[in-house]
Nanobody, 116 residues
Framework: QVQLVESGGGLVQPGGSLRLSCAASGVIFTTDAMRWYRQAPGKERELVAAIRSAGGSTNYADSVKGRFTISRDNAKNTVYLQMNSLKPEDTAVYYC?????????WGQGTQVTVSS
């Protein structure tokens, strides 16, 4: 049974930083894209950042470019999202997604709240 477990969310003041982690567990024989999405209250889920397995190419939503960095540790089947210069509009539940064993998996979500 493959599972994704997220951690690192919380309450932070505007301008602060947080680092999210998402670790995959279970029998994993192949991995591909890993991504972070977020969903704010009353809004649709949106793609925040993505990273490919081969080559490690990345892409970001315009709203987070220059502030967020996605990275991965393939040996640990873990993806990270370093979030700097956080703004109140970054407040949302953040979900990780991973393509593992040719199937897509979602994490349970972690709340990020940016407020003074």
């Amino acid at each position: 049974q493959v599972q994704l477990v997220e951690s690192g969310g919380g309450l932070v003041q505007p301008g602060g930083s947080l680092r999210l982690s998402c670790a995959a567990s279970g029998v994993i024989f192949t991995t591909d894209a890993m991504r972070w999405y977020r969903q704010a209250p009353g809004k649709e889920r949106e793609l925040v950042a993505a990273i490919r397995s081969a080559g490690g190419s990345t892409n970001y939503a315009d709203s987070v470019k220059g502030r967020f960095t996605i990275s991965r540790d393939n040996a640990k089947n873990t993806v990270y999202l370093q979030m700097n210069s956080l703004k109140p509009e970054d407040t949302a539940v953040y979900y990780c997604y991973a393509a593992l064993n040719y199937l897509g998996y979602w994490g349970q979500g972690t709340q990020v709240t940016v407020s003074s």
